[in-house]
């Protein structure tokens, strides 16, 4: 089996400060990564996805995360919030079983960028 | 429009009613994944499509919930007699790939309060 834990259910942040959303996932199997976002009212949109090659993956509004196999984790990071990142925030796994695959969210970490 | 439509945004059924919410994707995508979304937790996966053939409905959660793609585009979720258990948003994702390695394109939802 295989899940997804997102350590912080809520992250409050000053605007312009630098911010970490934690993700680690559990697979036995190589799977494919991604970060959604959420913003009230809105579908989860594409944030960013780790399929393979580089650890550091870019991804839009200046968000970026790192893939550590051996802590199997997938971290989050934006070196500078702006008040408009306020949403919800999704880590994701996907892994192909038996001829079809999903994918698998975690909790999600409330981002609250304040003034 | 160009993204996933989902219908009605909003619906309320009292206990025991049946409920059908029905999913628009992207034109071409040939996956299709219905999630339930409870308050405050990450979506869980209900079930998967490729095309017309349901491959995987290992998440819906008793044999109330039934979901359907019947040509390979619009997909409706069913849900008879329901429950309050059942109240959350459902979400319709799509996307265009099938390994898994792809961008899922989420519609905005289906919230359904069941009194």
């Known amino acids: 089996a295989q899940s997804v834990t997102q350590l912080d259910s809520q992250v409050p942040v000053f605007e312009e400060a630098p911010v970490e959303l934690r993700c680690n996932y559990s697979?036995?199997?190589?799977?494919?990564l991604f970060w959604y976002v959420q913003y009230p009212n809105q579908g989860l949109q594409l944030l960013l996805k780790?399929?393979?090659?580089?650890?550091l993956v870019k991804g839009i509004n200046g968000f970026e995360a790192e893939f550590n196999k051996s802590q199997t984790s997938f971290h989050l990071r934006k070196p500078s919030v702006h008040i408009s990142d306020t949403a919800e925030y999704f880590c994701?796994?996907?892994?192909?079983?038996?001829?079809?695959?999903?994918?698998?969210f975690g909790t999600g970490t409330r981002l609250k960028v304040l003034a | 429009g160009a993204g996933v439509s989902q219908s009605p945004r909003y619906k309320v059924a009292k206990r025991g009613q049946d409920v059908a919410l029905r999913c628009d994707p992207i034109s071409g995508h040939v996956s299709l994944f219905w999630y339930q979304q409870a308050l405050g937790q990450g979506p869980e996966f209900l079930t998967y499509f490729q095309n017309e053939a349901q491959l995987d409905k290992s998440g819906l959660p008793s044999d109330r919930f039934f979901a359907e793609r019947p040509e390979g585009s619009v997909s409706t979720l069913k849900i008879q007699r329901t429950q309050q258990e059942d109240s959350a948003v459902y979400l319709c994702?799509?996307?265009?790939?099938?390994?898994?390695?792809?961008?899922?394109?989420f519609g905005e939802g289906s919230r359904l309060t069941v009194l």
């Open positions: 994702a799509s996307s265009f790939q099938w390994e898994g390695a792809g961008e899922l394109f």
């Open positions: 697979s036995s199997v190589s799977v494919y």
């Open positions: 994701a796994v996907s892994r192909q079983t038996s001829g079809t695959y999903k994918y698998i």
């Open positions: 780790y399929l393979s090659g580089s650890t």
